[in-house]
């Protein structure tokens, strides 16, 4: 029996595995969004940085694993069958859960995640214990569990995001007030002092979070703790000292100051939040090597009290998951994108907003403009001039391709590890996830970079960020005690099953991501449009974005207008449903797509713009027609054929196949035209267009008078055909349009 213990704990290895690639590709953000932001370094002297603060991390970390071994249960009550399952639990149920997170592109808390599995799983197992055992009722739960932990996480979130946000504000306010966006000449007077205390913060974070247990005790960190103010004083005369000179020799010494955050931030997380990856792995590993030497082979008796005691890692297990972490950072594509949500819910300028307006949003928009406007009357005028000078976005310096300058990156990171270093002495169960996330918020609203235009979408990403930390917690609780009650009552035979459904589920998530980033990949043309400033240029990419919308509109169309008429012709449902998810997904594109060209409208010389709007809206309608034209044909058809009424008579499909002959190839020379910007045949495609939009006509009637005439005639057929006809006829109409608009929006200027 033990051989199949050893193999559990085979699969919670390989477990830990993905569990170090899928936590680290959601925790990275914390010390990496700051960094890439605001372009300080290249990316791979910030993955450098970074990896080495992970290496020091993890190799100065205790290894001690209490939150898995005992934080939420007390494993002396529990035997070792139980402790396998529910840790096998914890890890199928937390890697999903966190894969989805990274999926979606939102940060999460490992910690969160671990903790509520841990909670879910041990009071799945302690309700069966109790149902099984008479002397003990529904109060003995508390003897099995520990409540307080989860209690102190939920406390986590809230202090987090209100602390966090309302310092991220208030710093940054003051920090641009002095610095303005023009910040090079008061940063050669001041920079190195503001630099200097910054790095004071960060060094001090780095001793006492990130290398605490190895310093515990140290006659010097004692010493420094007994002094502290004097110390930090000292420290920051000597760092601005040092940094004085280094700037004399036109050294950046904010960069210095970025990548330090980086590296102490990388750090502490590595060495605290090891835990929330390997924790479990490693507490299955010791339950078995307790097993065997003490079990007996009595795996449903033998208590794990073993577990109540402290146990190190050995520092080979450390190492190995250091540099898989590290793997994970640089290569993870999920990483990227849980990185690019925190960036962009930041960003300075307009840009791509991925999410969308919610009702809550705009009342707190709203709301906020109102106390500003009141606000503003009381301030005097000169004193509200004299401020939005320190604030002119016009200023801004911005590296190519950042999303907001270094000033406000120094203030993310000292900040965030200001606040965790200070939440850790005094108690307060601050999140490291939740922490960074808000300060960034908090600094970008400061910053002024939720202007009208964005604002509603930048307080949506938010709360559905912070909504779904919540959520996190709800999720890993339910999910985690189905899980390990599952596996309870099913045995090996239901592990086995959950560890291919999480498999599967992995490379089904990996496989549609890949699918996502290659057609965000795209529209890579939109990026170099925010990025330049040459309004000319930006006017020649608009040119060629839009030209590619409507030329992919066009193809689309075609493909999905050829597919319905094969599905009812083939009678195929499947190939109907097809159509129908296609048409719904094309159709959020295109609303994204408008948005995006919208953004760049804005940025193209002014002339231009007011010449050349009526025809963009024209074609972006027209885009949205070919949707709507669409859904009105197949709907019916897909009612017609599910419900197996009878089929279109012969002479009818051979109609419609003529017709689809003819659009096609209206279509293909559209979508040429489009494409290539000559038009050469413009004219006569339109008289083509006209003479089969008469010919559809003609059809209809010659439908409508064999109805009248033929009192046999089969009446849904009839009519559903006349839809056909009559959305053909509008597929036409809605070609010429598009056709015509394209053209005026991208012919030559005079």
């Given at each position: 029996?033990?051989?199949?213990?050893?193999?559990?704990?085979?699969?919670?290895?390989?477990?830990?595995?993905?569990?170090?690639?899928?936590?680290?590709?959601?925790?990275?953000?914390?010390?990496?969004?700051?960094?890439?932001?605001?372009?300080?370094a290249p990316m791979r002297t910030i993955l450098l940085v970074a990896s080495i603060g992970i290496i020091i991390g993890v190799v100065t970390s205790s290894g001690m694993m209490e939150v898995a071994r005992s934080?939420?249960?007390?494993?002396?009550?529990?035997?070792?069958?139980?402790?396998?399952?529910?840790?096998?639990?914890?890890?199928?149920?937390?890697?999903?859960?966190?894969?989805?997170?990274?999926?979606?592109?939102?940060?999460?808390?490992?910690?969160?995640?671990?903790?509520?599995?841990?909670?879910?799983?041990?009071?799945?197992?302690?309700?069966?214990?109790?149902?099984?055992?008479?002397?003990?009722?529904?109060?003995?739960?508390?003897?099995?569990?520990?409540?307080?932990?989860?209690?102190?996480?939920?406390?986590?979130?809230?202090?987090?995001?209100?602390?966090?946000?309302?310092?991220?504000?208030?710093?940054?306010?003051?920090?641009?007030?002095?610095?303005?966006?023009?910040?090079?000449?008061?940063?050669?007077?001041?920079?190195?002092?503001?630099?200097?205390?910054?790095?004071?913060?960060?060094?001090?974070?780095?001793?006492?979070?990130?290398?605490?247990?190895?310093?515990?005790?140290?006659?010097?960190?004692?010493?420094?703790?007994?002094?502290?103010?004097?110390?930090?004083?000292?420290?920051?005369?000597?760092?601005?000292?040092?940094?004085?000179?280094?700037?004399?020799?036109?050294?950046?010494?904010?960069?210095?100051?970025?990548?330090?955050?980086?590296?102490?931030?990388?750090?502490?997380?590595?060495?605290?939040?090891?835990?929330?990856?390997?924790?479990?792995?490693?507490?299955?590993?010791?339950?078995?090597?307790?097993?065997?030497?003490?079990?007996?082979?009595?795996?449903?008796?033998?208590?794990?009290?073993?577990?109540?005691?402290?146990?190190?890692?050995?520092?080979?297990?450390?190492?190995?998951?250091?540099?898989?972490?590290?793997?994970?950072?640089?290569?993870?594509?999920?990483?990227?994108?849980?990185?690019?949500?925190?960036?962009?819910?930041?960003?300075?300028?307009?840009?791509?907003?991925?999410?969308?307006?919610?009702?809550?949003?705009?009342?707190?928009?709203?709301?906020?403009?109102?106390?500003?406007?009141?606000?503003?009357?009381?301030?005097?005028?000169?004193?509200?001039?004299?401020?939005?000078?320190?604030?002119?976005?016009?200023?801004?310096?911005?590296?190519?391709?950042?999303?907001?300058?270094?000033?406000?990156?120094?203030?993310?990171?000292?900040?965030?590890?200001?606040?965790?270093?200070?939440?850790?002495?005094?108690?307060?169960?601050?999140?490291?996830?939740?922490?960074?996330?808000?300060?960034?918020?908090?600094?970008?609203?400061?910053?002024?970079?939720?202007?009208?235009?964005?604002?509603?979408?930048?307080?949506?990403?938010?709360?559905?960020?912070?909504?779904?930390?919540?959520?996190?917690?709800?999720?890993?609780?339910?999910?985690?005690?189905?899980?390990?009650?599952?596996?309870?009552?099913?045995?090996?035979?239901?592990?086995?099953?959950?560890?291919?459904?999480?498999?599967?589920?992995?490379?089904?998530?990996?496989?549609?991501?890949?699918?996502?980033?290659?057609?965000?990949?795209?529209?890579?043309?939109?990026?170099?449009?925010?990025?330049?400033?040459?309004?000319?240029?930006?006017?020649?990419?608009?040119?060629?974005?839009?030209?590619?919308?409507?030329?992919?509109?066009?193809?689309?169309?075609?493909?999905?207008?050829?597919?319905?008429?094969?599905?009812?012709?083939?009678?195929?449902?499947?190939?109907?449903?097809?159509?129908?998810?296609?048409?719904?997904?094309?159709?959020?594109?295109?609303?994204?797509?408008?948005?995006?060209?919208?953004?760049?409208?804005?940025?193209?010389?002014?002339?231009?713009?007011?010449?050349?709007?009526?025809?963009?809206?024209?074609?972006?309608?027209?885009?949205?027609?070919?949707?709507?034209?669409?859904?009105?044909?197949?709907?019916?058809?897909?009612?017609?054929?599910?419900?197996?009424?009878?089929?279109?008579?012969?002479?009818?499909?051979?109609?419609?196949?003529?017709?689809?002959?003819?659009?096609?190839?209206?279509?293909?020379?559209?979508?040429?035209?489009?494409?290539?910007?000559?038009?050469?045949?413009?004219?006569?495609?339109?008289?083509?267009?006209?003479?089969?939009?008469?010919?559809?006509?003609?059809?209809?009637?010659?439908?409508?008078?064999?109805?009248?005439?033929?009192?046999?005639?089969?009446?849904?057929?009839?009519?559903?055909?006349?839809?056909?006809?009559?959305?053909?006829?509008?597929?036409?109409?809605?070609?010429?349009?598009?056709?015509?608009?394209?053209?005026?929006?991208?012919?030559?200027?005079?």
């Amino acid at each position: 029996m033990s051989e199949i213990y050893t193999v559990i704990v085979g699969i919670l290895g390989i477990l830990a595995i993905s569990g170090l690639f899928v936590g680290v590709t959601n925790d990275a953000v914390n010390f990496l969004n700051s960094a890439i932001g605001s372009k300080a370094a290249p990316m791979r002297t910030i993955l450098l940085v970074a990896s080495i603060g992970i290496i020091i991390g993890v190799v100065t970390s205790s290894g001690m694993m209490e939150v898995a071994r005992s934080g939420m249960f007390n494993p002396g009550l529990f035997t070792f069958h139980e402790v396998m399952m529910l840790y096998l639990g914890v890890m199928f149920a937390n890697i999903i859960l966190l894969d989805l997170y990274n999926s979606w592109g939102l940060p999460t808390s490992t910690t969160v995640s671990l903790i509520f599995c841990l909670l879910g799983s041990a009071i799945a197992v302690s309700i069966y214990k109790i149902s099984n055992t008479p002397d003990l009722g529904v109060g003995a739960l508390g003897q099995f569990i520990n409540t307080s932990r989860a209690m102190g996480i939920v406390s986590a979130i809230l202090l987090s995001v209100v602390i966090a946000f309302t310092c991220g504000t208030f710093v940054m306010y003051v920090s641009r007030t002095i610095f303005s966006f023009r910040y090079t000449l008061p940063f050669r007077r001041f920079g190195s002092m503001w630099c200097g205390a910054s790095l004071t913060a960060i060094v001090y974070f780095a001793v006492f979070k990130g290398l605490k247990s190895i310093l515990a005790g140290h006659d010097f960190v004692t010493m420094v703790d007994n002094h502290l103010l004097l110390s930090l004083l000292i420290c920051w005369v000597v760092c601005s000292l040092l940094l004085f000179f280094i700037q004399r020799f036109k050294i950046n010494i904010l960069r210095i100051t970025i990548l330090s955050g980086t590296f102490a931030l990388a750090l502490a997380f590595a060495g605290n939040d090891l835990v929330n990856f390997i924790g479990v792995p490693l507490a299955g590993l010791d339950s078995l090597n307790d097993f065997l030497a003490n079990g007996h082979g009595n795996y449903d008796s033998f208590m794990m009290d073993s577990l109540m005691t402290s146990a190190k890692s050995p520092l080979l297990y450390l190492l190995i998951a250091g540099i898989i972490m590290i793997i994970a950072m640089a290569t993870s594509k999920k990483a990227q994108n849980v990185v690019k949500t925190s960036v962009d819910l930041s960003r300075q300028d307009e840009g791509d907003e991925m999410f969308g307006s919610s009702r809550v949003a705009r009342s707190m928009v709203r709301a906020t403009q109102d106390i500003g406007e009141t606000v503003s009357k009381i301030i005097p005028v000169k004193a509200i001039k004299w401020i939005d000078s320190r604030f002119n976005k016009e200023e801004v310096i911005l590296a190519q391709g950042a999303a907001f300058d270094e000033v406000r990156a120094a203030v993310n990171l000292v900040l965030a590890a200001l606040l965790i270093v200070v939440g850790t002495n005094y108690k307060l169960p601050l999140s490291t996830t939740y922490v960074t996330f808000m300060v960034a918020m908090g600094s970008s609203l400061a910053d002024r970079a939720w202007s009208r235009e964005s604002a509603v979408f930048r307080v949506t990403g938010v709360i559905s960020v912070i909504g779904g930390w919540f959520v996190t917690a709800g999720v890993a609780f339910a999910v985690c005690a189905i899980v390990c009650a599952l596996m309870h009552f099913g045995g090996f035979i239901v592990m086995i099953a959950f560890m291919c459904l999480d498999i599967y589920l992995l490379w089904r998530s990996n496989r549609n991501y890949a699918k996502k980033v290659k057609e965000e990949k795209k529209d890579d043309v939109f990026q170099l449009m925010m990025r330049t400033k040459d309004k000319e240029i930006v006017w020649d990419l608009l040119s060629k974005h839009v030209a590619r919308t409507q030329s992919f509109v066009t193809r689309f169309a075609l493909e999905q207008y050829n597919r319905i008429v094969e599905g009812i012709s083939n009678e195929s449902l499947r190939e109907l449903r097809h159509c129908g998810n296609a048409l719904k997904e094309e159709q959020s594109q295109l609303k994204k797509f408008r948005r995006k060209e919208l953004l760049a409208m804005r940025r193209i010389p002014g002339d231009i713009a007011i010449e050349r709007n009526t025809w963009f809206h024209l074609g972006a309608n027209s885009n949205q027609q070919f949707i709507y034209c669409l859904k009105r044909m197949l709907d019916p058809i897909k009612e017609h054929v599910d419900n197996n009424f009878n089929p279109l008579p012969k002479v009818y499909l051979n109609e419609l196949e003529s017709v689809r002959r003819k659009i096609s190839e209206l279509m293909n020379h559209t979508e040429q035209m489009i494409s290539t910007n000559r038009y050469d045949l413009y004219q006569e495609t339109l008289a083509i267009a006209e003479e089969l939009k008469e010919e559809l006509s003609a059809m209809r009637k010659n439908v409508i008078d064999h109805m009248y005439q033929d009192n046999s005639t089969n009446l849904k057929v009839s009519l559903l055909y006349l839809n056909i006809l009559q959305e053909s006829q509008e597929f036409v109409s809605i070609m010429r349009h598009q056709l015509r608009a394209a053209r005026k929006f991208l012919e030559e200027r005079q």
